[in-house]
Structure formats: C-alpha cells, structure tokens
C-alpha cells in the first residue's frame, strides 16, 4: 500500500513537472482573442523598396517553400512566406535558442514578430526568438495557434 501511494506521488510530481516545462516553452498566446496589433505589409514593402532595415514587426503570411536548416555556425530553421501584399520573406528562426516550430506544412499560415532586414529577394525576419541575455526585444514564430520564442 505504501508502495503503490509512493509511486502515484511521484507520477504526479513527474507528470506535474513536465507539463511545467512545456509550457515554458510552448504557449497559447493571450492575445488570440483581441487580435495582434500588426505591422501594416505596406511598411514592409516601403522598407523593401527604399532598402531599410532593422524594422521590428509583425505580420502573417502564407508559408510557400520550406528551406533545408542553415547548420554553418548557428543553426536556424529556413522557409519562405508571402505576406498578403504578395512580397516574399525568408524567415530564419534561430533553433539553437528557440524550440524548432515542428510540422511546417506549406500552404498554412504562421504569424511571426522579429526583426525586418533588407535583401534584394523581399526581405528577411530574424530575431524570432527570446534575448537570452535581455537586451534585445524578443520575437516568436506562432503556427497552429502556439507560440514559439
């Protein structure tokens, strides 16, 4: 009898500390009720067309190609989205720092909040992660209604 409340006590610790550190690192948003406040895609087109960088936003945008991983010194998950605009952006999330957004189907949606960088095929969103060291505003990749940091 002993045995058996022993062992139900530290499943339920396990189970209790594991759901912890899921949630650590995969939440559902508390902002999915009252919407985003998003970047208007005109303000990245315009920072395409004028060649201006480290722009802070947020936008949606419809996964079309899937990228292999860049693994040469960082490693970073790679893919393609379209914004409703019709501009293309590489989205590089850095997978050393966040958990890998798992299950990337092309043809869904992500939102994402990093930062915009100039290049001449669209543009690039980086810093969709957390600052380890604090001094920098975190980003996030959000599919399937969870969120990645």
């Known amino acids: 009898m002993k045995y058996t ?10 189970a209790s500390m594991l759901a912890l550190l899921v949630l650590a ?34 936008q949606k945008g419809e996964i079309i190609r899937i990228i ?8 970073h998950q790679r893919f393609i ?9 590489l989205i590089a999330h850095n997978i050393d720092i966040a958990p890998r957004v798992p299950g990337l189907v092309r043809g869904e949606s992500i939102i994402f909040h990093g930062v915009y960088e100039y290049n001449a095929e669209g543009g690039l969103i980086h810093w969709t992660h957390h600052d380890p060291e604090g001094r920098h505003p975190g980003g996030w990749l959000e599919y399937r209604e969870i969120r990645y940091r």
């Open 5 to 14: 409340n022993r062992r139900l006590i530290y499943l339920i610790i396990m």
């Open 25 to 58: 690192y995969r939440d559902k948003p508390a902002d999915l009720q009252g919407g985003y406040s998003f970047t208007s895609p005109d303000i990245i087109k315009d920072a395409f067309s004028s060649n201006k960088s480290n722009l802070q936003v947020t």
């Open 68 to 75: 292999p991983d860049d693994t040469k010194g960082t490693k």
């Open 81 to 89: 989205v379209r914004l409703s605009s019709g501009q293309t952006l």
